[in-house]
């Protein structure tokens, strides 16, 4: 399958992904009505969307069920000349579920899941702070989470469209 280049998502567009980030699982016909065009056209919008990776229709794991996993936050200081490569070694982790490139106190952060405090000294200390270019690393865990939105990784270029 060829991905398209990506396109400019127009305010149909960002109204579909408002309504899909809510259910995922609504119907076609549903959103063609609530929205006021024909079930084809969304069926053709978010055909399109999924293959230019505007969107990606995926299941989230509620928090409660992660049991004794922590999330961590693992703020990284580096030298500047190397941050390219070094994101691309940390999202090579599997045990690293995201990556930022920041501005602020951390040039880059890191975020993952981890069931001890051996497992996150082992990555933060012996495989982050190893890399090439890394000053520094520290590491902030998780005690209890109070509130998770899983919508907050929806993206969109102008969020006012979705509210």
Not at 68 to 88: D, F, M, T, Y
Request: charged share 25%; glycine share 4%.
């Amino acid at each position: 399958m060829t991905v398209k280049a990506p396109r400019k998502l127009d305010p149909l567009d960002h109204k579909i992904i408002n309504v899909l980030s809510k259910d995922a699982r609504v119907s076609n016909r549903r959103i063609a009505l609530q929205l006021g065009v024909t079930e084809g056209t969304i069926r053709g919008r978010i055909k399109r969307l999924e293959e230019n990776n505007s969107i990606r229709m995926t299941a989230v794991t509620s928090t409660h069920l992660a049991h004794s996993l922590r999330p961590v936050l693992i703020g990284i200081e580096a030298n500047h000349a190397e941050i390219k490569g070094l994101c691309q070694k940390l999202a090579a982790m599997p045990e690293i579920r995201c990556v930022i490139r920041m501005l602020g106190r951390y040039d880059l952060l890191a975020i993952g899941l981890f069931e001890s405090l051996e497992e996150i000294a082992q990555i933060a200390n012996n495989r982050i702070l190893a890399l090439p270019g890394v000053r520094h690393v520290e590491t902030s865990i998780a005690v209890k989470t109070l509130k998770y939105d899983h919508r907050v990784a929806k993206i969109t270029s102008n969020w006012r469209h979705s509210k």
